[in-house]
């Protein structure tokens, strides 16, 4: 096989879609919990409903697009799947960058737990012990500084499954459209099963209505991670494509009465997306633009990260406003949302990008710079 084989095809226009998504979830952090309230105070439920889990699929999303990008090379016989080669390459890429994003959270916890404001007492309080617990990312019932990390142990459980889903899913023409549309309902009404079994056995776990053990999350995502296995093995159409889009957002329809549903159908949803994406060329070129694609290569420093530099812009307005004034609210979204995309640019230009492959704006620190540097490079 030669070397241009081996090496992993990277798909930039995906490198877009991954920004959408750090974007959607860092306006979900910033934005939900008020707006929701205005809604629901205007007994406008069904709006709260649609702005709330639409901003926090972002998280739906990265899970198909880790499918698509993790599974492709080794689905499509583009590379030899070796599991200690596949481990060292999944830690080297996850556990750097969110050292350096636990670093900057314990010093932001530390400095909110020795010097209090009315605004500490909602944070997980600084210890050693609970630093030490959160180097390994993995950690059940949660307890993170950083309350976004619960999202990174469901993408650890996934790379366990993935030498099983290498095995069975290695061979293409067992594989199509028919089939797809049938697993789909199967899939679900697993899910659901899971969900009710959950609820009904392990209450202390999970339920429907509250989730205390943050790794049993995991049994709402398979339908996320299936659409991203079945994108890695197979190309389709954009008629199987709308089809996926509607059947998910007749799923976001009915989870409006089930909540759990939800996380399905954004699968189904950004599947059926990332399809059409593959296929149309207007996308992929909105996709692929400069500024998108260098937005999507920060986009895990930027996930890691902006929660803390939240909770550090409130823990400094905290000094200044005697409670969550309005003040309080435009301040820390004027300061906060600047200055966690800087921080996530620190963090991608000293830790992330030593990791990362086939990057096109690593040298641009700046958005602006990565017009140019793509044009240097012939692109």
Same mark, same amino acid.
């Given at each position: 096989?030669?070397?241009?084989?081996?090496?992993?095809?990277?798909?930039?226009?995906?490198?877009?879609?991954?920004?959408?998504?750090?974007?959607?979830?860092?306006?979900?952090?910033?934005?939900?919990?008020?707006?929701?309230?205005?809604?629901?105070?205007?007994?406008?439920?069904?709006?709260?409903?649609?702005?709330?889990?639409?901003?926090?699929?972002?998280?739906?999303?990265?899970?198909?697009?880790?499918?698509?990008?993790?599974?492709?090379?080794?689905?499509?016989?583009?590379?030899?799947?070796?599991?200690?080669?596949?481990?060292?390459?999944?830690?080297?890429?996850?556990?750097?960058?969110?050292?350096?994003?636990?670093?900057?959270?314990?010093?932001?916890?530390?400095?909110?737990?020795?010097?209090?404001?009315?605004?500490?007492?909602?944070?997980?309080?600084?210890?050693?012990?609970?630093?030490?617990?959160?180097?390994?990312?993995?950690?059940?019932?949660?307890?993170?500084?950083?309350?976004?990390?619960?999202?990174?142990?469901?993408?650890?459980?996934?790379?366990?499954?993935?030498?099983?889903?290498?095995?069975?899913?290695?061979?293409?023409?067992?594989?199509?459209?028919?089939?797809?549309?049938?697993?789909?309902?199967?899939?679900?009404?697993?899910?659901?099963?899971?969900?009710?079994?959950?609820?009904?056995?392990?209450?202390?776990?999970?339920?429907?209505?509250?989730?205390? /053990?943050?790794?049993? @999350?995991? =049994?709402?995502? +398979?339908?996320?991670?299936?659409?991203?296995?079945? &994108?890695?093995?197979?190309? *389709?159409?954009?008629?199987?494509?709308?089809?996926?889009?509607?059947?998910?957002?007749?799923?976001?329809?009915?989870?409006?009465?089930?909540?759990?549903?939800?996380?399905?159908?954004?699968?189904?949803?950004?599947?059926?997306?990332?399809?059409?994406?593959?296929?149309?060329?207007?996308?992929?070129?909105?996709?692929?633009?400069?500024?998108?694609?260098?937005?999507?290569?920060?986009?895990?420093?930027?996930?890691?990260?902006?929660?803390?530099?939240?909770?550090?812009?409130?823990?400094?307005?905290?000094?200044?406003?005697?409670?969550?004034?309005?003040?309080? /609210?435009?301040?820390? @979204?004027? =300061?906060?949302? +600047?200055?966690?995309?800087?921080?996530?640019?620190? &963090?991608?230009?000293?830790? *992330?990008?030593?990791?990362?492959?086939?990057?096109?704006?690593?040298?641009?620190?700046?958005?602006?710079?990565?017009?140019?540097?793509?044009?240097?490079?012939?692109?």
């Amino acid at each position: 096989m030669s070397n241009t084989i081996q090496q992993k095809e990277r798909f930039h226009f995906l490198d877009g879609i991954r920004g959408i998504a750090a974007s959607m979830i860092v306006i979900h952090h910033a934005f939900t919990s008020n707006i929701g309230r205005f809604f629901d105070a205007h007994h406008l439920g069904f709006l709260s409903f649609l702005y709330v889990n639409f901003t926090q699929s972002g998280v739906e999303l990265f899970f198909v697009l880790s499918g698509v990008v993790l599974l492709r090379p080794y689905l499509r016989q583009e590379r030899k799947f070796e599991v200690g080669q596949y481990i060292y390459r999944r830690a080297r890429r996850i556990y750097p960058p969110f050292w350096g994003a636990l670093v900057f959270g314990t010093l932001v916890v530390y400095l909110n737990t020795t010097y209090p404001t009315w605004y500490s007492r909602i944070l997980i309080p600084f210890s050693f012990s609970n630093t030490v617990r959160q180097i390994a990312i993995f950690l059940p019932r949660g307890g993170y500084y950083n309350l976004a990390w619960w999202s990174l142990q469901i993408e650890l459980l996934f790379y366990l499954f993935v030498p099983a889903i290498i095995y069975f899913s290695s061979k293409p023409e067992r594989w199509n459209a028919k089939k797809l549309f049938i697993i789909i309902p199967f899939s679900i009404a697993g899910v659901v099963g899971l969900q009710l079994f959950f609820t009904a056995y392990l209450p202390d776990q999970y339920t429907i209505h509250h989730i205390r /053990a943050n790794i049993y @999350r995991f =049994i709402d995502y +398979p339908v996320c991670f299936m659409m991203g296995t079945y &994108l890695a093995v197979r190309n *389709e159409n954009n008629n199987t494509a709308r089809m996926l889009m509607l059947l998910g957002l007749t799923t976001l329809a009915i989870s409006f009465f089930y909540l759990p549903l939800v996380s399905s159908a954004y699968g189904l949803i950004y599947g059926g997306f990332i399809m059409m994406a593959f296929n149309t060329v207007s996308i992929k070129k909105a996709l692929s633009n400069p500024f998108m694609i260098w937005l999507g290569e920060r986009s895990y420093s930027l996930f890691l990260i902006h929660f803390s530099v939240f909770y550090f812009t409130n823990f400094i307005v905290s000094h200044i406003t005697p409670d969550r004034n309005g003040a309080y /609210a435009l301040l820390t @979204r004027l =300061i906060g949302i +600047p200055l966690a995309l800087f921080f996530a640019m620190l &963090l991608f230009h000293f830790v *992330e990008r030593r990791q990362a492959r086939g990057l096109l704006t690593e040298k641009a620190f700046w958005p602006w710079q990565a017009k140019k540097v793509m044009e240097e490079q012939g692109l």
